[in-house]
């Protein structure tokens, strides 16, 4: 019976072109990769696809620390945090995560989370407690959607970037605490929230923000400190989510807040406590990671990427302009994440995949991921990709746009 009703699940998701695929990489040096097709062949492709912003992943000073990291540790924690599993490789990266974000948190403490994921849902679950409102963005991400949910706080939603709705639901809730919990980079968008609304608004209403900065943390700001520093803010009344297996080109994440709230997750946050602790070796190599990224290598890595960032967008506006019959639209994004709107799911799956038989690799964005109607390209950029690269893919735009448009 069960497995009866799954297929008849997967034939109505295939139905509606909604079926995803996994796909087997041999090898990667950002931006190219080494990819096993459907046939079985191994074939690089050009990656525009990845959230190794900074191009850190494949760094060999990372892949050194990694290995000086299993030599001192071993290759796995053999425990949760509390137990045994919290090595110094992982206090030191705590410890590391607290001075990079200082600036925006005072006296700001951080812990190490496996990964994102957990993070959020540590957070939401921990503190969004009975008797308290989660006031929830829409376009948020899957894992704070997740967090809320599993929290025994009431939630409320708010329209993308609707401030007076905000304003209006945080002055009619009773509720005893108020967390407002929103991407700072929406990771199928691109644009940023408005942080420094949303800050004066929690500080209005007696409410705390909470900001994933998964997308964010390592391109924005100075010294890649992320969006929080970008828009120049501080508070204590910020909670930090940030994710290391995007720019920082590791795995895990962070939460950095105020002390109080940091040693209450560590009390409190199942997906600290119930969850074996990463390889020391990633925490070790985390801290070359926080290093690079702050050093002028990363400085002129997020410079090469507003650049790229800037060609693409000149280059697809004029695709746009000379295809004006086109319903593809450029979302106005800010940062390395750049959409191109097709519309139709089986249109954006179409594109992808002419674009891939070119060597290029541009996922597309589907719903339930992103809203119906808006099945789009997901172009994301990394600080390797050349003016050459960038060219490749608006030229087999440029082709696609004119016989689309014909
Ligand atoms: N938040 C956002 C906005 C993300 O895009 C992601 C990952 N795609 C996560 C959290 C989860 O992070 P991780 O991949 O480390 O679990």
């Not at 074939?43 to 760094?59: I, K, V």
């Amino acid at each position: 019976m069960l497995l009866e009703h799954l297929a008849t699940k997967l034939q109505a998701i295939a139905a509606k072109d909604l079926t995803r695929v996994l796909r087997v990489a041999e090898s990667a040096t950002a931006p190219v990769q080494t990819v096993r097709g459907a046939d079985g062949r191994a074939r690089e492709l050009l990656m525009f696809c990845s959230n190794d912003y900074l191009g850190l992943a494949a760094h060999p000073a990372l892949a050194e620390a990694l290995i000086a990291g299993a030599r001192r540790y071993g290759a796995g924690s053999g425990a949760s945090h509390l137990i045994s599993g919290h090595s110094a490789a992982h206090a030191a990266l705590e410890q590391a995560v607290a001075e990079v974000v200082s600036g925006e948190i005072p006296q700001a403490q951080a812990l190490f989370f496996c990964t994102g994921y957990m993070a959020n849902l540590a957070v939401l679950t921990a503190l969004g407690d009975a008797g308290a409102a989660i006031f929830s963005e829409e376009l948020n991400h899957a894992s704070l959607i997740d967090g809320a949910r599993l929290a025994k706080a009431e939630v409320q939603r708010y329209a993308h970037r609707d401030m007076a709705q905000l304003a209006a639901l945080l002055q009619a809730s009773t509720a005893r605490i108020k967390l407002i919990v929103t991407d700072a980079v929406f990771s199928m968008d691109g644009d940023l929230a408005p942080l420094g609304e949303l800050l004066a608004l929690a500080e209005r209403h007696d409410a705390w923000l909470i900001v994933d900065d998964a997308h964010g943390f390592g391109v924005l700001g100075p010294q890649g400190r992320g969006s929080l520093a970008h828009f120049g803010l501080r508070s204590e009344r910020l909670v930090l989510v940030g994710t290391l297996g995007k720019a920082a080109g590791v795995a895990g994440a962070f939460v950095a807040a105020h002390p109080t709230i940091t040693q209450y997750l560590l009390q409190a946050a199942r997906p600290y406590i119930f969850t074996t602790a990463a390889p020391p070796a990633v925490a070790h190599a985390l801290l070359t990671s926080l290093e690079l990224m702050a050093s002028g290598e990363g400085e002129q890595r997020r410079a090469n990427l507003r650049q790229r960032q800037a060609q693409l967008r000149e280059g697809i506006a004029n695709i746009l302009a000379a295809h004006p019959s086109l319903n593809w639209r450029l979302a106005k994004s800010d940062t390395p994440v750049q959409p191109l709107i097709i519309g139709d799911n089986a249109a954006a799956l179409a594109l992808a995949a002419r674009l891939e038989r070119e060597g290029l690799r541009v996922p597309a964005i589907r719903p339930p991921t992103v809203p119906a109607g808006t099945a789009r390209l997901r172009i994301t950029l990394c600080a390797m990709h050349t003016e050459a690269h960038i060219q490749r893919l608006l030229d087999a735009l440029a082709q696609a746009a004119a016989e689309a448009s014909a």
